[in-house]
């Protein structure tokens, strides 16, 4: 896994951005109530539900792949020369 110096900022703003989504696809207020790591899980479920992203092998489903996967497709929606990506 290549690590970007801007992985926290881009996780931060994976989970900014599928937390609205899920907001939208009528789940409750999930930052409010639940932890970091349960957040991170979430988004990752609802994305991969919802065809956003492919699914991890069961056995590679720990919080650091899945932080991974939400960096990998929070990069592939923001532009090339977003300043998160420089």
Known sequence: ?????????????????GLAFAKKQGYSDLDRYVSSTDKVECVYRLLVQYKQITP??????DG????????????????????LLQ
């Open 56 to 61: 991890l092998a069961v056995d590679q489903e």
């Open 64 to 83: 650091v792949n899945m932080k991974h996967k939400l960096v990998l497709w929070i990069s592939r929606l923001l532009p090339p020369d977003h300043e």
């Open 1 to 17: 896994m290549k690590k970007n110096k801007n992985d926290a900022k881009l996780l931060k703003k994976a989970l900014e951005l």
